[in-house]
């Protein structure tokens, strides 16, 4: 196992930097749901502006689908047979792909 991935192989946990990274890049998309909201409170907001922000905001969080899901295959899907659950995890990846945007 490499020195980036010293957690035991038994531990299906999302790594720390992937908590992190996705903990940052939520409360980015927190802010950006607020200032939304914000806009909505205006009656004169305009249509375009709304729907760039939602964007912006769907962007966010498909990265943080993308970034937790690439580390479950890394960490979790690759390993499998070593822990003798391929069937298992194969079953749970394919539940996890219906979550893809």
Not at 4 to 29: E, G, M, V, W
Not at 30 to 53: A, F, N
């Amino acid at each position: 196992m490499t020195e980036a991935h010293t957690h035991d192989i038994n531990c299906l946990h999302l790594d720390d930097a992937t908590r992190q990274d996705a903990a940052l890049r939520l409360k980015s998309a927190k802010g950006h749901l607020e200032g939304i909201l914000r806009m909505l409170e205006d009656p004169e907001v305009y249509c375009v502006d709304v729907l760039k922000q939602v964007k912006a905001v769907q962007g966010a969080l498909a990265k943080v689908n993308d970034k937790v899901l690439r580390s479950h295959i890394r960490d979790h899907v690759t390993t499998a047979s070593e822990r003798g659950d391929t069937e298992a995890i194969v079953n749970e990846l394919m539940e996890a792909l219906k979550y893809q945007f």
